[in-house]
Structure formats: C-alpha cells, structure tokens
C-alpha cells in the first residue's frame, strides 16, 4: 500500500466512527452541523478510497461503483460548503459503506 495521508481523518475520528455506524439516528444531524475540518476529513477518505490506497473486496466496490458520480464530485477541487451540501442532501448514505474501511486502514497504518 502506497503512503497515505490520514492528518485530517485522525484529527476527526470519533465523529467519523459515529458516522459510520449503519443505523446512526445522529448522521444527518452531524452532517447538518458539521465545521469544515470533518467534510474534509471525509473528502480525503474518499480520495484515499479512489486513489487505491484503501483495498476494496469486489462487492464493496460494486456497492460504490453505483455512487460514483456523487464520491468524484466530493473530491473535485470545490468549496466545501458545496460539498457539505451533497453529503446532507443524500443523508450519508455512503458513509456506512467508506467509513469502516478508511477507519480499519487507519489502525492498520498506525500499527
């Protein structure tokens, strides 16, 4: 596995714990009022995820290959109150699906 920059996810773990918990009732909320340090902590997930930093088994990358659009538009160079505006809008969805391989990638990393 290549380098992989995990400063602002480490910075924001215990929300993004939170969040990837299948039937979190607080998800949007969190989305809702999230500071600009956890979109971006998402953002980078995401980025880690497309770049092939984080391995996928096959039926997880199916399960993502349906919100691509959505995960290329959360990484493009954007404001990031537009991209917090994605991510409520579509209530977190993906978020249970990223989440939990970003967060067990990490512990792996630091181990």
Request: proline share 5%; aromatic share 4%; glycine share 2%.
């Amino acid at each position: 596995m290549t380098s992989t920059s995990f400063k602002n996810i480490t910075s924001q773990k215990h929300l993004l714990e939170e969040l990837a918990k299948p039937h979190s009732k607080y998800r949007k909320f969190i989305l809702k009022k999230a500071d600009s340090k956890l979109i971006q902590a998402i953002c980078e997930s995401i980025y880690n995820l497309l770049e092939g930093n984080i391995p996928l088994d096959p039926q997880k990358r199916e399960q993502l290959l349906k919100h691509r659009t959505i995960l290329r538009k959360l990484v493009e160079k954007s404001p990031i109150k537009k991209k917090k505006k994605i991510l409520v809008q579509r209530g977190g969805a993906i978020l249970p699906t990223i989440l939990p391989l970003v967060l067990a990638s990490l512990a792996s990393s630091l181990i």
